[in-house]
């Protein structure tokens, strides 16, 4: 019972913290979700209690995301920058605040079905962890390359992951000499941040610094807010026409068995299909948002939840290898074999994912539905997306000082700088990067095995 309380407490708590941050247009999921989930493990927080958290937290940003992406057509977060087109074209038509409810519920839905359906496919896959966790280092590598394939850098990413894979096993054994230990938080955290490390790094070039200059206050032209009346939490189901549902409810079932994918991939891949659907301008842009953010908060939930069930705690896929990544590895308390995975039955998923989907939804729902306009002009006016910035990096600085002093510091902010170079210039994007750190001990492993073969 205390670890209940403890999880609706976390659920709530999450769920507000992240509808706030979700407002923010610009956020990114994996920087913001990773920092606090790494501190709340390492404070011991029960094992059913973090995993409400992270299905809360998931479904907050996933909603409250919605708000500046269809109020400004400002991406409320990465996953929401293929939303944007639409949403531009639903504030052009005069229809923002319905493009908003449509990708609200349509999120809301979306964890709706996407729950039972994750817990049958784990269960389904389950006789196949035991097998997944002796080739982890294969499969993870595999991963890294279809990650790679499907991302924009395409054959470029798959070149940069044995390079990359190199440089991250050299920095742990620079950890071993000065630390004594490999390290997890300060390198995993560095690949987090590291396009703001990159950003931030940037202006200290005078020929860069220029591009971050400007005379002006930003500007940004929100739509008016809706006058028709709701009930305080509405019903999503009602929100949305019966083929909205449908594709929302087929989504969710691909997004389960295409739980390696990226989210970003998946979300546009449906978006992509369900136009096709679509005569009207309005139906495919309402359809299109609906059915694209049920795809998003699907994915990243069978994106946990399957790797958790299903294959013994192997953090294989976007999800489990980026945003959720704390509840498989976050050394000294959970690792491959010993994480989330031993320490929760199916009761518990269901349990905990009910408490999280409703603690996640209790905020951001309403305020998506109700308050959008003024909720969006209060987070654009009084928090600057710099002090956000500033705060999360102080954050990584803290988590890689306490787990490996002043070494742990520059270990992160030098995987930073080359993983945010990587992503902001060749498009080799974090999620490629982080399987290849799962993936870089096996790589370099093969690589040395390799060259004594040659030799």
Known sequence: MTEILIAIVAAVVGG?????????????????????????????????????????????????????????????????????????????LG??????????????VGTIFVLP???????????????????????FTICAVLIALISSAKWGAVAAIIPFAIFIQAL??????????????????????????????????????????????????????????????????????????ALSATWSAVSCVGFTMSPVGMTVLSGEAS?????????????CLAVEDSTSNATYIAGLIIPLLGLGGVAIGGVAAGPAAPLFSCLPRFEIGNNLSQLLTIPDYIIFGIIGLIGGALVAYPI???????????????????????????????????????LGVFLALTIGLVGGFLHSEFGVHTGVQFMTYYASSWIVTQLLSLAAIIA
């Open 16 to 92: 507000l913290l992240y509808t706030l941050i979700g407002i923010i247009p610009g956020t990114d999921e994996t920087a913001t979700m990773v920092p606090i989930t790494i501190i709340l493990v390492l404070a011991g927080l029960p094992a059913g209690a973090l995993f409400a958290w992270e299905i809360g937290i998931i479904v907050a940003i996933q909603i409250s995301h919605t708000i500046p992406t269809a109020m400004s057509a400002l991406p409320g977060s990465t996953m929401a920058v293929p939303m944007v087109l639409n949403c531009s074209i639903a504030k052009r």
């Open 95 to 108: 229809v923002p605040h319905m493009a908003m409810r449509k990708m609200a519920s349509g999120s809301l």
């Open 117 to 139: 359906l994750a817990l049958i496919v784990a269960l389904l896959l389950s006789p196949l962890g035991g097998i997944i966790a002796q080739y982890s280092g294969l499969i």
């Open 172 to 245: 742990q054994r620079i950890a071993i000499e000065g630390h004594g230990s490999t390290v997890f938080t300060s390198i995993f955290m560095g690949i987090t941040i590291g396009p703001m490390i990159y950003e931030l790094f940037g202006s200290l070039i005078p020929s860069r610094r220029k591009n971050f200059s400007t005379d002006t206050p930003n500007e940004t032209w929100l739509a008016p807010d809706s006058k028709q009346k709701l009930s305080f939490f509405p019903n999503p189901f009602k929100q949305l026409t019966k083929k909205q549902i």
């Open 275 to 287: 136009a096709g659907q679509c005569k009207e301008l309005y139906d495919r842009v309402s359809t």
């Open 368 to 406: 998506a539905m109700h308050k959008a306009r003024s909720w969006t002009e209060l987070m654009l006016r009084a928090i600057s997306h710099e002090a956000l910035i500033g705060a999360f990096c102080g954050l990584v600085v803290m988590l890689a000082f306490y787990e490996a002093g002043i």
